[in-house]
């Protein structure tokens, strides 16, 4: 039954290829209400290839309030051109088009999305309750069945669970109960809170607790039966049934057609290609304020072409929705080709904490100087010595904010003192800060002598990727030369970048800042605590966290033990006014303590969308988390205007 | 000859297992592997990894054994034609390879001709005229063409491509025919956008031929064959062209053994620009994601077919020049 719906289905994908927009002009404005659905599956609706439109939403749809969204009711028809530079980037339309169980939108709270709703009990014991009706893309139901496939066949399967538990559903270790109330109802608890499942379930790679087990039962050894198994497994070059298993049910990258999706729109195109088309999902569970079935636009075109000639391409007006690839010093050559080429270029604004932050190693392995980058007066003249309004106006235009790496004013967390904590300009005070930290003799240079003698030289390591933080780098080795200090860049390559720093032999590096700034008390302040290895301030504790003591070091400086010991508070905080509170205190200390050298944030990221696209939002934030890039901005009601 | 044949084919083998030897302990000097490149790759964007499962990934690619372990595993799989799995692609070495392979050798092919089609008359030209304006004068533009970085120009070609001609940037056809079989449109498509790939590719490699042919073939000329054909009145074309154009061909066939690797491996980095949908992108990401089958596979392909490339060309020239006699007195 399931193979002779999945055939229709892969046709009529590849009928819409063809179609597009041409029949749409026939269907007067005001009907589309009425249909409330696509004309192509109308079409198929008459013809009998495709049940009912009420059959095919869940009985509850999620309704988007396109009013309060700021968006106009569109039209159904065209398909959206995307460039990517890499068949890596597949992943990025699980993240664009963003249906998640809870997710967020763009008033960035979480809400529940592809569930019906949820309950938590002081964030111990959450139950899921499914929407009634709701339906795979190929029209099979979706259920706790597929929540059960998952927790029970594959996390718990002896074989497939070596993989292990997902880290966010582990508590101190605590694996969580899991429970089939009934069809449409899952529970899963622990003994101890876990506010960071939720924000998981939300994320731009958020974590799949579900599986489209009617599919993928036949990859397994549990319910397949084991001939056709091994036929399949060696059909595909694979090494066992769990590898092949691993590569059919992947949700991040989908680049398998026949896997069951719930997303907007689903991938139509066998792998290895340069062109992915994903066709519209006629199973969709959201519909807009009339009732009309999302998404509008027909389908996605994914070309992907090498990063480097994106922005050339974007110019040439061979995308519809572009800010990949695309780089803030692209702007003006995208303004002028505009007009000809029938796009607008939007300036969103970027949620990181600093668009370009120093990471002080704390664990450097030289002794003298890792004795420096602890002490907080060191840090807090380094900071105090960058103009950063000369890096605003001569790398941003002036359209960045001066900031240390903190929230932005868009987080309902931001204080005034967080920003400006050690980051207006203040020679005189940098230069008493670094003679009080015992850098007072300085050689005929002018440049200042480390108690050891040496000059105070201090090697700023990059990941070479973006000559952004080299220009920034530049314009900051003027001003700290100007307090004694002098810099140098050296730029690496990512791995050994990031290697270095783990190691210790790396004094500064650079790199970009939060990663979530316009965050609120519900989400995870991580970031702000040494809790893993990639944070290139104390890379070793965080490995130490990451390990479970069973590598890195553990912490020794009781500022950042604090800071520790805050977020473990938090994790167990039962209100939202203790964890706002919580919050605060962290974004407090981690500013005033300056772990981390913020410059400028608020910076803008060229965003260049068709002159046909509509309900694109002129001004939003393009950031991964939580935004998902355009996910929480719902590309499922994008639409093209004649 | 047969002797001789079957000799250098025997060579062939313990060379190609020193090479594949060499190509996978280069892969494996960096430190670090596919999956740490993935992890900082996933960091760069802002994501996190459980570190937890990226130890299963590593195991369910048999990472976790010993690199000889993986080397004779991978070696065996070559001997039977599986060139393992691509971790980037996610599939079989040969299923990504295979699309890209017979583009490249389209644009090769198409560079090569042109490339001789430039550089032999201007080369006969320069050596018949030797230091007369022409001379120089072509030359010199033969040299523009090597100083010209290729990406600069392939940018710029584009560009115009685009202003003037409305041809889509990047790329060997319209992107509508990706995936397509081959029909008169997109072979129309592809002939629109291969003369820019063809032009910066061979524009690089014609100064060094021409500056060959009219070395070789000045050589040739100051020899007193030469000198006598012309005093017996041979007229002055056939005196080139009968013996001095083809003795100057000598390092012409021994260049055909560097012509088979280069066929299915093209222009790397003016690929990339161009954004062809050719190998050598695709050998340039597999080393710097540390993708380490699809590269080392596909290096060993590059390897095969220079062995043997340097096996037709040695032929070719034992056959086409008497002069050259094979050594250890084998049969002549």
Known sequence: MFASNWKWLRGFAAGVVFTLVAPLGLVPAGTQALAGEAPELAKLVEEGKLPPLAERLPKHPFVVDMAAENKEIGKYGGSLKLLMGSVKDLGQITVYTYARLVGYGPDIEIKPDILESYDSVDDKEFTFHIREGHKWNDGQPFTAEDFRYFWEDMVKDPELGREGVPQEMLVDGEEPKFEVIDPLTVRYSWSKPNPAFLIALAAPAPLYIYRPAHYMKQFHAKYADKAKLDEMVAAAKADSWTALHTRMQRQRRPENPDLPSLQAWYNSTPSPSERYVWARNPYFHRVDTDGNQLPYINEIVMDIVSDEVIAAKTGGGESDLQARYIRFDNFTFLKEAEEKHGFHTYLWSTGKGSQVALFPNLNAQDTVWRGLMRDVRFRRALSLAIDRDEINEVIYFGLASPSANTVMPESPLFKEEYKDAWSVRDLDKANQLLDEAGLGARDSDGVRLLPTGQRAEITVESSGESTEETDVLELIADHWSQVGIKMFVRASQRDIFRRRAYNGETLMSVFSGMDNAIANSEMSPQEMAPTSQPQLQWPKWGEYHDSKGKSGEPVDMPEAQAQLDRYNAWLLAGTKAEKRAIWQEMLHTYTDQVFTIGTVNNSRQPVVVSSKLRNVPEEAIYTWDPTAFFGVYRPDTFWFAE | ?332
């Open chain 2, 1 to 332: 000859m047969l002797g001789y044949i079957i000799k250098r084919a025997l060579y062939m083998v313990p060379t190609l297992v020193l090479t594949s030897i060499l190509i996978f302990t280069l892969i494996e000097l960096p430190p670090g592997d596919y999956f740490e490149s993935y992890i900082t790759e996933l960091l760069a964007s802002g994501e996190t990894v459980d570190p937890q499962k990226i130890e299963f990934l590593r195991q369910e690619y048999g990472f976790d054994l010993p690199a000889y372990e993986r080397y004779f595993k991978w070696a065996f799989g070559l001997l039977q034609g599986d060139l393992g799995y691509s971790f980037e692609y996610q599939l079989p070495v040969s299923d990504v390879i295979g699309d890209r392979l017979w583009l490249t050798i389209i644009v090769t092919f198409f560079t090569i001709i042109f490339t001789w089609a430039i550089a032999f008359p201007i080369g006969i030209y320069s050596a018949t005229r030797q230091y007369s304006w022409g001379d120089y004068g072509l030359t010199f533009l033969g040299l523009l063409g090597l100083a010209t970085p290729n990406f600069l120009l392939a940018l710029v070609m584009m560009y115009f491509a685009k202003e003037w001609f409305g041809t889509s940037i990047g790329g060997l056809y319209d992107s509508e025919y990706i995936g397509q079989p081959m029909s008169w449109g997109k072979f129309l498509s592809v002939l629109e956008h291969l003369w820019i790939p063809v032009i910066v590719i061979g524009t690089s490699g014609t100064a060094g031929m021409i500056r060959r042919v009219r070395a070789n073939l000045l050589d040739e000329l100051r020899k007193p064959y030469v000198t006598t054909a012309r005093a017996k009145g041979m007229p002055e074309f056939r005196a080139l062209m009968k013996y001095p154009f083809r003795m100057s061909l000598n390092f012409f066939i021994a260049d055909i053994g560097g012509i088979l690797p280069q066929v299915i491996s093209g222009a790397e980095i003016v690929a990339i620009v161009l954004s062809l949908q050719t190998t050598g992108p695709l050998l340039i990401t597999a080393l710097q994601s540390q993708d380490m089958y699809l590269a080392g596979s596909f290096l060993m392909l590059l390897a095969f077919l220079t062995v043997i490339g340097t096996l037709i060309s040695d032929i070719a020239l034992a056959f086409l020049d008497p002069r050259i006699r094979l050594a250890g007195g084998v049969s002549r």
